[in-house]
C-alpha cells in the first residue's frame, strides 16, 4: 500500500513528463519485425490463409489474477517458452499467410522479458510483423506486474508497410492516475504487399473487455469507421480480432459458468446491453463465420472461456472483409475434430480462420 500512494505521488508530479512511458499519440508508427531467416513462400494458389487469435501473452491456461480463478502474475522463462511452443506448433498446423494477434508481450516481466512477436516469427514460416502497444509502462505498482509492454501484432509472409497505431478511447469512468497506467486501446493498420496481387489492408483490434460505460461500442464503431474509410477509398481489406462482445442472435449474453469475478471492476460476461453492438459490422461486411449459420447453432463457433476447465462458451473473436471469403472456409479451431489440434490448453480463446480469395480488386 505504501509502495501505491509514493507511485501515486510520484506519478502526479511527473505527470506531464510521462515517467512510466505509459502514453501515446493519437496516431504513431508501428514497431516492425523481420524473422532472424526469411522463408521463401510456397507455391500459393488464388487464397490466402487468414488467422486470428488471442494468444494470452503466452499464458496457456495458467490462472492468473485478472480471470479470478487464480493469483499468478508472473511466468518464469521455462513456462514461457513451453506454452510458446505450443503456439507455434499450432501455427505451423495452419500454416497462415497472415496472422493477428492480439495479447502478445514483447518486454514484460511476466514473461520473462521474451519478446514473443520476435520469438514466433523465428518458429514459424512468417516472415514480418508490425507490432503496437496496448498495455505498456516501465513499472506498473500494482499486484507485481512491474515492467509491461504488451499489444496487438500483425505477422506475414510478405513484406508489410504503412503500419500504424490508432488511439481509441479509454473508459471514461476511470480516474486520470488508473488511466495512466491502463489499457489504452488501438486499431493498428497496416498494408501487406502480396506477390501478384497488390496492396491488403489488414486491420487488428482488441476492445475493451471490462468497459460499463459504453467506450466499447465506441470503439467498435472507430473500428467500422476505419474499415468504412478504406472501403470508401477503393482499398481492399481483411481486418478482425477480439471485440469481446458477442454476435446479433447469441442465445446465451450472461452468467456463464466460469464467470466468478465478484469485482466490479473486472466484469466482462453480461452482454444483454450489447446485443447490437456487431450489428453494423455485420451487415457492412463479410464475415468468416455466416451469421446464419452462427445463428442456427451458436456452439461450434464458440472461441472464449476463462478456465481450461470449462470448453468454449462464448465467441468474442471475428474476421471480416469488404472482399470476398472463400464460401464455407471459416472455422473455429475448438478442438482435433474442429481443426486437427486441442486448442483448449493453448490460450484462452480459440483461433478462428479463413480463405480470403485473391481475386481483383
Known amino acids: 500500500m505504501m509502495q501505491v500512494a509514493l507511485m501515486q505521488v510520484l506519478a502526479s508530479a511527473l505527470w506531464g513528463c510521462d515517467p512510466f512511458n505509459a502514453t501515446f ?7 516492425y519485425y523481420e524473422a532472424a531467416e526469411l522463408v521463401a513462400p510456397g507455391e500459393r494458389g488464388p487464397e490466402l490463409v487468414v488467422m486470428d487469435w488471442n494468444v494470452k501473452f503466452g ?8 480471470d479470478c480463478h487464480g493469483e499468478r502474475v508472473i511466468m518464469d522463462e521455462e513456462e514461457v517458452l513451453e506454452n510458446l511452443e505450443g503456439l507455434a506448433m499450432k501455427i505451423r498446423q495452419v500454416d497462415p499467410d497472415i496472422l493477428l494477434v492480439q495479447e502478445i508481450d514483447i518486454d514484460s516481466k511476466r514473461v520473462a522479458y521474451i519478446d514473443q512477436v520476435q520469438w514466433l516469427l523465428d518458429h514459424s514460416d512468417l516472415n514480418y510483423a508490425v507490432f503496437a502497444s496496448q498495455w505498456r509502462a516501465h513499472h506498473v505498482p500494482t499486484d507485481g506486474i512491474g515492467r509491461v509492454n504488451m499489444g496487438n501484432a500483425i505477422l506475414s509472409k510478405y513484406p508489410i508497410r504503412d503500419a500504424q497505431r490508432i488511439a481509441m478511447p479509454q473508459i471514461s ?5 488508473t488511466n495512466y497506467f491502463y489499457l489504452k486501446r488501438h486499431i493498428l493498420t497496416s498494408v501487406v504487399e502480396v506477390p501478384d496481387y497488390g496492396d491488403l489492408h489488414v486491420l487488428n483490434v482488441h476492445t475493451d473487455a471490462f468497459a460499463q ?4 461500442e465506441v470503439q467498435i464503431d472507430l473500428f467500422k469507421d476505419e474499415l468504412d474509410r478504406i472501403d470508401r477509398a477503393g482499398g481492399v481489406f481483411v481486418a478482425g480480432g477480439d471485440l469481446n462482445t458477442l454476435p446479433p442472435g447469441s442465445v446465451k449474453q450472461n452468467d456463464f459458468p466460469d464467470s466468478i469475478c465478484v469485482s466490479e471492476d473486472f466484469q466482462a460476461d453480461d452482454f444483454r446491453q450489447e446485443t447490437d453492438a456487431l450489428s453494423e459490422l455485420y451487415a457492412a461486411y463479410t464475415p468468416a463465420i455466416a451469421l446464419a449459420d452462427y445463428q442456427a447453432d451458436n456452439a461450434p463457433y464458440f472461441t472464449h472461456s476463462t478456465q481450461g476447465g470449462t470448453f468454449w462458451n462464448r465467441k468474442l473473436d471475428y ?3 469488404n472482399g470476398t471469403f472463400v464460401a464455407g472456409s471459416g472455422l473455429t479451431h475448438q478442438d482435433a475434430a474442429s481443426g486437427g489440434v486441442d486448442t483448449m490448453e493453448l490460450s484462452d480463446h480459440a483461433p478462428i480462420t479463413v480463405r480470403f480469395a485473391l481475386e481483383a480488386p
Open 25 to 31: 499519440d493519437d496516431v504513431e508508427d508501428a514497431r
Open 213 to 216: 460505460d459504453g467506450t466499447k
Open 59 to 66: 499464458g496457456a491456461r495458467i490462472d492468473f489474477w485478472f
Open 173 to 177: 469512468t476511470n480516474d486520470a492516475l
Open 319 to 321: 474476421l471480416f472483409t
